[in-house]
């Protein structure tokens, strides 16, 4: 759905999650990562934000090994991230760029649970990913007409799908959602705090005032629900 799909709501959706001062110690996962465009931006904020980039495809993580070399504390896995080869609540952030709706259905909750087993209490999972039915109405034919004109075969499934649902079955609580021009993101909390918790004690209004005073997505936000904001 175009380049404008990363600016600005990944970076700043992660910005809202993940707390500078602890940066050295957190864990972020970006799961379908590609070529690693997203973890570029990721670095560029928290240089020494230990990052993991798992991929189905070897070539992809060649890539992004190769375009990421500069930066310290990253890693790649060949992987399906269905069967995640991390153990049990050892991440504090899993982010997920543009890849759930090539997914189908069945896949989309394996991978919701397998997020959810391997965050750590307080942890969060960032989806960003197509805008959906209803999200801007005016788009909705838009969203019809994409899977005619490019190779989508599940994106008409994702267009309607209820993440909400999804999450609240796997274990994880729907924080928010907003969208960012023909994107959408997508917000869910592995329930509990502690020490490990990406929002430690803070609310979400405090989160937001810190990363986003006056609100970039102000208006988008306006016009998102679920209940927590
Ligand atoms: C549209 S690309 C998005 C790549 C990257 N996140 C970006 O925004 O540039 C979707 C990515 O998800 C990966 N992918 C699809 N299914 C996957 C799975 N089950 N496990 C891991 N990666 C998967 C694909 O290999 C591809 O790199």
Redesign the pocket.
Known sequence: MGRQ??SPS?PAAVARSVRQTQSAKLRLL?????????LGQVKQVWPRLPCIG????EP?IDYARQHLRRWVLTNFLV????AIPVADATCDAV?????F???PPP?RRT?FRECARILKPGGRFVV?DSLQLGDRPDYDGLLHLFPQHYHEPYYSTYISENFEDIAEASGLTPVRHFNAFVSKVMVFDRPGSGASSVLGSRTAADVREKYDPGGVHHQERAESSWRHM
């Open positions: 799909r990363h990944g970006d799961i379908g990562c590609g070529t690693g465009r997203f798992l991929d189905l495809s992809y992987a399906n991230a269905e982010t997920s760029i543009f890849m709706h090539e997914l896949v991978i960003v």
